[in-house]
């Protein structure tokens, strides 16, 4: 299987900004654990991150035919992104929704995600393992 691992707006800023909740690992460096992770298994993953709403949409749309599944953390755009939604909604590449931080322990506005429903399913709580978890679901 060939998974896209989108990560969207302010994640880039992974290792760097509030590391209580996100960790000390950067981007690339959990990346890097994905990519070893999936070609263990016989898998191969593949990496896109964008601050841009359009941006994370086109990747979304451009990824049908090419990858056998998703694995996105929209970041603050889960909680609003009618677009994104949209996109998830328009594929029939199954999406896996993940964050890194319980966002049910956090502020109310985290607590909603507007993706939740059109994907399918969805991993968060668990740190850099929450995108471990998701690509792994794609392998059993
Ligand atoms: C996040 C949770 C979001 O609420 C937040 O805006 C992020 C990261 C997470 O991975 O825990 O940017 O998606």
Same mark, same amino acid.
């Given at each position: 299987?060939?998974?896209?691992?989108?990560?969207?707006?302010?994640?880039?800023?992974?290792?760097?900004?509030?590391?209580?909740?996100?960790?000390?690992?950067?981007?690339?460096?959990?990346?890097?654990?994905?990519?070893?992770?999936?070609?263990?298994?016989?898998?191969? =993953?593949?990496?896109?991150? @964008?601050? $841009?709403?359009?941006?994370?949409?086109?990747? %979304?749309?451009?990824?049908?035919? *090419?990858?056998?599944?998703?694995?996105?953390?929209?970041?603050?755009?889960?909680?609003?992104?009618?677009?994104?939604?949209?996109?998830?909604?328009?594929?029939?590449?199954?999406?896996?929704?993940?964050?890194?931080?319980?966002?049910?322990?956090?502020? =109310?506005?985290?607590?909603? @995600?507007? $993706?939740?429903?059109?994907?399918?399913?969805? %991993?968060?709580?668990?740190?850099? *393992?929450?995108?471990?978890?998701?690509?792994?679901?794609?392998?059993?």
């Amino acid at each position: 299987m060939n998974i896209l691992v989108i990560n969207g707006v302010n994640l880039n800023l992974t290792g760097t900004r509030e590391k209580g909740i996100y960790g000390e690992e950067t981007l690339d460096e959990i990346n890097a654990e994905l990519r070893a992770f999936a070609e263990g298994k016989g898998h191969s =993953a593949d990496f896109f991150q @964008s601050n $841009l709403e359009g941006e994370l949409c086109e990747a %979304i749309q451009s990824a049908q035919g *090419r990858y056998d599944g998703i694995v996105l953390n929209a970041g603050a755009y889960s909680h609003y992104s009618i677009a994104i939604r949209d996109a998830i909604a328009a594929t029939s590449l199954p999406v896996v929704e993940v964050h890194m931080s319980n966002v049910h322990a956090r502020e =109310a506005f985290r607590r909603t @995600s507007v $993706l939740t429903e059109v994907c399918r399913g969805e %991993i968060l709580g668990f740190g850099k *393992r929450s995108y471990l978890l998701a690509l792994e679901s794609f392998f059993l």
